[in-house]
């Protein structure tokens, strides 16, 4: 008799069908579907000085997601998503303003010049791998920032502002602006995180792993590496661009500043806590990296830590200890948990799992 | 004697239950890009704040100004202002960097809130949602266009070169000063950008200096301008041009990177210099930078008179409409014109702004660093005669 697939706490699979579904159980099934619902009942529970960290924390794990398809499930080091997210924004921006075109189309047409230069970006990884197709894309980096600060039509890196979105009636107003785009950037998230790991157990998605794990094998098996390569940076950047078009009307514009080589850094830093080759990873990196930040800028206002003043002049303990904490976290990360907290997410999925048995 | 003691206490916190309170928040770069700047400008602000909370300058209203760090980050700029206006209910905002002040603009414009940007670009206050962004002194593009009169009166026929960061805040006045110089008579001829990574500039000055150009006109940061004289020095090039900046590029933070470099070095500004000592703004500068303890070096540093100027000017506003509110800081701002502009001192010209003025010290002058170092006015005050026209403001 098959285990119940509410109760079940092993693993029961015997065909290659049920090894490719995606929820093992109908209580992962059911528990997803009340975190989902509990994140969009969250604007009722929580005060809104939270959401424009919480907004922050979705879009980024879109861009994640789309890094680690790359770098993380591809083994193609990309130091550019911050690149690609800038293409999104400029594109979605340009929709918007010059096709009048509303934010729901404006910001999927980011999504496919994110993915149309990013396959371009990627054709150097049909040569080159490792560190030298990590400075490919670093290079692609440079270009972007150049290009567009001497691109008369992108305002050469100025403001270029969309007009006021507005869905199902509700118009994006200071009041609301960090609601309704944490409304709007939810769906998203869990759209694009559904199709990633859906595409991860068709044939393309297996090539990429294949292809990461040790490319010579993957081509002796009949895969062609470079287009999965391709088709990677293809899906990576997609996902980018469309995080990009949803920062961009976050921030309220296009603006050269917001996705220079520190963002493409931070993406990184990101993907590595949160665990490479991860899509739980994807979530908490982003919530790790956003929360530590804002942790830190609480912790120097606390008591304590406001008094001192052991720091050049005019640097409080939040400016100071933002980079310290953000390089440390990496670093701590890579030596002690190089799988990141995706690896603590799955002890702790396990332990309940197995929960009152120990083995 | 205990009704008495109850009825005190209950009298003192019905007191302070019904002061007002002003909250003055500002965002702008203490560390990161352009924080050399930054850093003064926010301890400029800190302590103007304290200052006036010492000389009970707003009786009955208690002022709170709240400083904090963006890393010249706009994401960070944005959360920042959003916390002050949807938590802390700011009267009025401080800003800091171009980019940031410009994304914010149409946000300023729907909660109607005051604000004086650190960054003097003309495009802050350009355009229908301007209505509640005020510029403390002239704008880069003005001030530019004082140096291209000044070389046109001095030179007539003299060819330019510009070097500007490439940046919304570096080519805002490109536009401006071709403009002003196709009517005064000298030329324009050729444009660059440079940022702050310009440790080698030896092809772009002897591009220059195969251009014929005599005169170098930089809108940048100092950092930036310093390692362009440097290497001008080096070439023997600082005789035959003469290099000149806007705001940002000149100070004490040009002679301190650039050294004997700098000499020469013509800058225009609207605030007075240190070493003015006659200014009754200078010797409040030097006061309140000792009362804070403040290191020499920030003290000597323009852009703490400049963040003194900004926070001035909103704790003035909310002393003369007596309301904390956002509107009564408006109202206080706008009330600064004829006869009521405001002069704390800090700038070679009153502050006056109005409901269609909305630019504070518009008067500037251009000085020239000594072989001390030392910026010495090489000019009164005064105002370009042809910036208006080359940019009537929208």
Known sequence: MPASRFTQTGNYRVRYTQDQTIFATYAEQLSLLLLIAALFALPLILPRAWFPYLTQIVIFSVAVIGLNVTTGYTGLINIGQGAFMGVGAYATALAATRLNLPFYLAIPLGGVAGALIGTLVGLPSLRLKYLYLAIATLAFQIIFEWGVGHAPLLEQG?????????????????????????????????????????????????????????????????????????????????????????????????????????????????????????????????????????????????????????FAEGVDVASALRPFSFGMAIVLFLMFEPRGLANWWRLTRLYFKRWPFKF | MKRAAALSALLTLSLAAAQKTATIGWSGAITGPTSDAGASYAAGVEDYCRYAVSQNTLPGIKLNCVVRDDQYNNANTQRNFEDYVGNMNASAFLGYSTGGTLQLKSTIQEVKVPTLPGSYHIGNVDGADSQYIFLPISSYSEQLVSLVEYVAKKDRGAKIALVVNPSPFGRAPVDDVRKAAQRLGVQIVDVQEVGGNNLDNTALLKRFESAGVKYVLNQNTAGPVANILKDAKRLNLLGKMQFMGAHYTGGEDLTRLAGDAANNFIWATSYYMFDEADKPGIQLVKKIGAANNRKPDTIRSVHYTSGMLAASIAIEAIRRSKDPSAAGVYKGITSMTGSRAFNPGFTVGPVTFSAKDHIGAESLRLLQADSTGNFKAITGAQRSAIFPLVHPLK
């Not at chain 1, 062609?224 to 661009?241: V, W």
């Not at chain 1, 296009?254 to 990101?270: P, T």
């Open chain 1, 158 to 310: 100025g403001v270029i502002k969309p007009p006021t979105p507005q869905a199902f009636g509700v118009k994006d107003s200071f009041l609301n602006h960090n609601v309704f785009w944490y409304l709007v950037s939810l769906p998203v998230l869990i759209s694009l995180a559904l199709l990633w790991r859906n595409v991860l157990r068709t044939r393309h998605g297996r090539a990429m792993i294949a292809v990461r794990d040790n490319d010579r094998a993957a081509a002796a098996m009949g895969i062609h590496p470079g287009r999965a390569k391709l088709t990677a940076f293809l899906i990576g950047s997609f996902y980018a661009g469309v995080a990009g078009g949803l920062f961009m009307y976050f921030q309220k514009g296009a603006v050269i500043e917001d996705y220079s080589l520190g963002l493409s850094v931070k993406l990184l830093a990101m993907a590595i806590v949160g665990g490479l080759g991860s899509l739980p990873g994807s979530f908490l990196g982003p919530l790790f990296i956003v929360g530590l930040d804002r942790g830190v800028e609480l912790l120097s206002q606390s008591a304590l830590l406001g008094r001192v003043t052991a």
